[in-house]
C-alpha cells in the first residue's frame, strides 16, 4: 500500500507541476495526491501540521495568481475590468488552446489573458492604447503568477518528500 500511496504522491505532484502554467489547478491536484498520500499511509508521516502547510500554500497561490493579475493589468493602465478579462480570457485561451501538444494550452492561455484584458479594458474606456497596456500587464501577471504558483508547487512537492523520507 505505500508504494502505492509513494506512486500517488508523485504523479500526481508532476501532473500538478504540468497543469500549472496551463492556468488550471495544478497545486490542487498536488493537495489532493498529498491526502491520499496520508490517509493511504495512516496519517503516521503526514499529520496535520504537514497538511495545513500544504493546503496553506495551495490557498496561498491563487490569492497570488488572482492579486497579480489585476495588480499588473491595473499597473499598465487598465481597470479592475481589465483584471477580470485577463481571468476569464486566460481560462478560455487556455481550454482552446492551439494546435500544439502541451505548450498549445500555455500559448493559448497567454493569448486569451491579453485578449480577454483587452476587450474588457476597451468597453470600458474606448481607448485602444489603454486597453493594450492592460493586456500587455495581464500578460506579465500571468507570467509572475505562473512563476510563483511553481514555486509553491516545488515547495509542496518538498514537503511530500519530507513526508516521504520520515515514512
Do not use: C, Q
Amino acid at each position: 500500500m505505500t508504494v502505492l500511496a509513494i506512486a500517488a504522491l508523485v504523479l500526481s505532484d508532476l501532473a500538478g507541476l504540468l497543469l500549472v502554467p496551463l492556468g488550471l489547478p495544478g497545486l490542487w491536484v498536488m493537495v489532493v495526491g498529498f491526502l491520499i498520500y496520508a490517509a493511504a499511509t495512516e496519517f503516521r508521516t503526514a499529520g496535520l501540521a504537514s497538511i495545513a502547510i500544504v493546503v496553506g500554500l495551495a490557498f496561498a497561490g491563487e490569492i497570488v495568481e488572482s492579486w497579480l493579475g489585476f495588480r499588473f493589468a491595473k499597473r499598465y493602465g487598465g481597470s479592475s475590468r481589465s483584471g477580470w478579462g485577463a481571468l476569464i480570457g486566460g481560462l478560455i485561451g487556455a481550454g482552446m488552446g492551439i494546435p500544439i501538444p502541451v505548450i498549445g494550452s500555455i500559448i493559448g492561455a497567454f493569448v486569451g489573458a491579453f485578449a480577454g484584458a483587452v476587450l474588457f479594458e476597451y468597453t470600458a474606456s474606448r481607448r485602444l492604447e489603454v486597453a493594450i497596456g492592460a493586456g500587455w500587464g495581464a500578460v506579465l501577471g500571468r507570467a509572475a503568477a505562473a512563476a510563483i504558483k511553481i514555486a509553491l508547487g516545488l515547495v509542496i512537492a518538498l514537503v511530500g518528500i519530507v513526508a516521504v523520507l520520515r515514512a
